[in-house]
């Protein structure tokens, strides 16, 4: 899995490259800036409309992924929180666009537009996270590593096409259709694979699993709002304090570190999530987390030194040389990114056993310790004071999910 993921991550570098060099000549940090308000946008929707239920369809589906009969009433459940679910973003996108457009763009700016298409590629966005949690619940990276190739290779050809041709709104046009281009893929690598499990004509209206998917969904939804408005609005804080040059650097700054921490994003709901849902005490906790620090950490440190050590190459290689003010943003982020991966191995252990509690807590004081950690250091650091922000939340975070997990590390084995 770890082999797979790596070849991915490694396209996934290289066709950034291409997609964040046309972005940076053609729309600046500005554009860039924009275009990360955008993908929270998205990033938001892609779990709303399953109501956030990824995360616990994934759990339900690696316990009953042998229980054909289980699955059905699983996928039906599901459809009908995708159902309610797509038609409420649809609402929320096409009658509100106005509304999205000034908190997002500001009411200088008019891409009510794209709201409206967006509202017409829910449907394709739910559909991709059901499939999207299917893969992950049995395990199945290598087909999930083969679509997100073909995905890569095809919205990097779509961005650098519209944006050429249509500058800003060609760019905030090519996020939008995405969902569409991912379904193709998983269609391509998975048609049919999915009907030994699940039969499209035993999809009723059945809310079996109702009580065990809602508990994921006040989870999620709760925690991914959050996380992409608190975005959103730290990016409208540079922009105010600053200026949106540096609201464009900082953009670019976390995607770079979306790039390289996907190496390991898209382990924690393809093994981590299904394994950690398997274990019933801390010794056999203990063990797996020791053997995930063992194998990944390595890796994720010599991976980050060389990131740092050439950071000023990869951001000419990704931007342009306007863009090497970035360059001091690199150690506070490249640390914090560290620190929660280390945080993040522990805690998941919140989502697979369902503590509620203890998920929603620990998230909204990262969420909520950023914001205002940033508004403090931005004044005095400047951007730069954003990503120190990051450090310490996350700091802070580890100390609080260390002291919430200390008896399953210290001690006699205990159930979980």
Not at 219 to 232: A, K, P, W
Request: aromatic share 16%; charged share 10%; proline share 1%.
């Amino acid at each position: 899995m770890t082999s797979a993921n790596t070849i991915l991550v490694l396209v996934r570098m290289s066709f950034a490259l291409i997609s964040q060099k046309v972005l940076a000549i053609l729309i600046g940090a500005e554009g860039i800036a924009q275009v990360g308000n955008l993908k929270n946008v998205v990033s938001f929707f892609e779990q709303f409309t399953i109501l956030g239920t990824s995360n616990g369809l994934v759990k339900y589906i690696a316990e009953h992924k042998n229980d054909k009969a289980e699955l059905n009433k699983l996928f039906s459940t599901a459809f009908v929180f995708t159902s309610f679910g797509t038609v409420l973003s649809f609402i929320v996108l096409f009658f509100c666009a106005d509304l999205l457009n000034n908190f997002i763009f500001g009411s200088d700016e008019n891409y009510v537009f794209v709201f409206k298409i967006l509202a017409f590629i829910i449907p394709f966005m739910g559909i991709n996270a059901l499939l999207y949690s299917l893969l992950n619940g049995l395990s199945s990276y290598k087909i999930y590593s083969k679509s997100a190739l073909s995905t890569i290779v095809m919205s990097t050809v779509l961005i650098v096409t519209l944006t050429y041709r249509n500058g800003l709104s060609g760019s905030l046009v090519a996020i939008s259709v995405f969902p569409v281009l991912q379904i193709l893929s998983y269609l391509m690598f998975y048609s049919g694979g999915y009907t030994q499990y699940v039969s499209i004509r035993k999809i009723r209206f059945d809310l079996s699993f109702k009580n065990q998917l809602l508990t994921y969904s006040f989870m999620s939804v709760t925690v991914i709002l959050l996380i992409n408005v608190t975005d959103i609005a730290i990016r409208n804080l540079i922009e105010q304090k600053l200026n949106a040059s540096e609201a464009g650097y900082w953009t670019g700054m976390t995607s770079i570190s979306k790039t390289y921490m996907q190496f390991l994003a898209a382990i924690f709901p393809i093994y981590i999530l299904p394994k950690y849902a398997n274990i019933t005490n801390t010794f056999d906790f203990r063990k797996e987390v020791k053997k995930i620090y063992k194998l990944l950490l390595p890796i994720l440190i010599i991976g980050m030194s060389l990131v740092f050590v050439f950071r000023n190459l990869i951001i000419q290689l990704l931007y342009t040389k306007s863009f090497l003010a970035m360059g001091e943003l690199f150690i506070w982020q490249l640390l914090g990114d560290l620190i929660k991966f280390i945080a993040l191995v522990l805690s998941y252990i919140f989502l697979a056993k369902k503590q509620v509690m203890y998920y929603v807590f620990t998230e909204l004081l990262s969420v909520f310790l950023f914001y205002i950690l940033a508004q403090y250091f931005i004044l005095t650091k400047g951007t730069q004071g954003v990503v120190i922000a990051h450090f310490i939340r996350y700091i802070i975070y580890l100390f609080v999910v260390l002291l919430i997990f200390r008896k399953y590390f210290i001690g006699k084995n205990i159930r979980i």
